[in-house]
């Protein structure tokens, strides 16, 4: 965990869970899951976490509590956007509903700060936050351990309690409670149109102050549901990065422009383009419009790159352009892998940094 992080949309992380498990094509390459298995692979909050494989470091399933770190928040006193289990998922299968008290324990208590929680299982978050809300606010308030914690027990009960008396709040200077936590971020991570699918409605079938979508490995194109108050998107990193085809972060813009939902470009990730107006200097993606183009220009123009189809297919061969002419899938973009800090985040020349309403000072 970190006081101030690189991400983009965040300003610090906190990881009082690590561990996770893959559920779907987006976890493939996870920075978390392939950190916990090399360089933090005997630190003790990732240890035994992950497992060898011959395609590197997988998630075991396992999780782990870090109490070390629960209350960290807590002794923060600016305000800030914190991103909840960073190198894990509060959600997770392994998580007890316990652990998840304590959590939202910590962000009722510091309502000074903005929380961010990312989900792949959006079914557990909705079943845990349908349940009464007073019955979640006693939960959490009986999580609290007494003396231990930056927050005396009568402060919690002033803070989170249901039932605290005016007098008792007003001694704490703390608000009546309000439910949904509104210092708290709901969202769900996806990578394609199947997973959003699976996750956006679900989501926003749970009680949440604002819902979110990071598509971030974007791998397919995504149609934004317009209830979503929030849209971050980004390419992949890391040495076996997928490509993120242009026309499928261009649309989320688009349609979160359409939509009037605030829109983050986090990173084109491993690849972009090598290609660059002569006019001004601008990188240009350059695309075969037909077969006979390609015949024609593929030995000028993909130098080195690689090139995809418009459902994102790569095409390598003779073979699988003509497979792309007889099924319509042109035009073929061509893309060249520069690595994430050449590749940058301008979309269009543009940095697009939207944030919703309501984010931490």
């Known amino acids: 965990m970190a006081d101030n992080t690189k991400i983009e949309w965040t300003d610090a992380t906190w990881n009082p869970i690590t561990g996770c498990s893959i559920v779907s094509p987006g976890c493939t390459n996870c920075y978390a899951m392939k950190l916990a298995g090399t360089r933090l692979q005997h630190h003790p909050s990732r240890a035994g976490l992950t497992k060898d494989s011959k395609a590197g470091p997988v998630w075991t399933g396992e999780v782990r509590f870090n109490a070390q770190w629960l209350t960290e928040p807590l002794k923060w006193k600016r305000p800030r956007m914190i991103f909840v289990c960073a190198h894990g998922d509060l959600f997770a299968e392994g998580v007890p509903d316990e652990w998840i008290d304590q959590v939202f324990a910590v962000m009722a208590l510091a309502p000074h700060h903005t929380f961010q929680v990312l989900t792949k299982r959006p079914e557990r978050m909705r079943g845990y936050l349908s349940v009464d809300p007073e019955i979640l606010r006693d939960r959490w308030y009986k999580s609290v351990p007494a003396g231990k914690w930056p ?211």
């Open 151 to 361: 927050v005396s027990v009568s402060e919690a009960h002033a803070a989170i309690h249901p039932h605290a008396s005016d007098d008792m709040r007003a001694l704490y200077n703390r608000t009546q409670p309000v439910f949904p936590l509104p210092n708290v971020w709901l969202g769900v991570s996806v990578e394609d149109q199947a997973r959003a699918d699976q996750r956006i409605t679900i989501l926003l079938e749970t009680p949440a102050a604002i819902h979110w979508m990071s598509a971030e490995p974007l791998i397919g194109p995504v149609v934004v549901n317009p209830w979503l108050d929030w849209v971050v998107a980004g390419g992949e990193s890391g040495r076996n990065a997928r490509p993120m085809h242009p026309d499928w972060v261009i649309s989320l813009r688009d349609q979160c422009a359409a939509a009037g939902v605030p829109f983050l470009f986090k990173q084109w990730g491993e690849w972009h383009t090598a290609a660059y107006r002569t006019t001004d200097e601008e990188p240009v993606f350059r695309q075969f419009t037909t077969f006979d183009q390609w015949v024609n220009k593929a030995s000028t123009w993909i130098n080195g790159g690689i090139c995809l189809d418009r459902t994102g297919r790569q095409l390598k061969i003779g073979g699988d352009f003509m497979r792309a002419r007889d099924e319509g899938t042109f035009p073929v973009t061509i893309m060249h892998r520069l690595g994430k800090k050449a590749a940058g985040r301008m979309l269009d020349g543009v940095e697009h940094n939207g944030f919703p309403v309501g984010r931490a000072a």
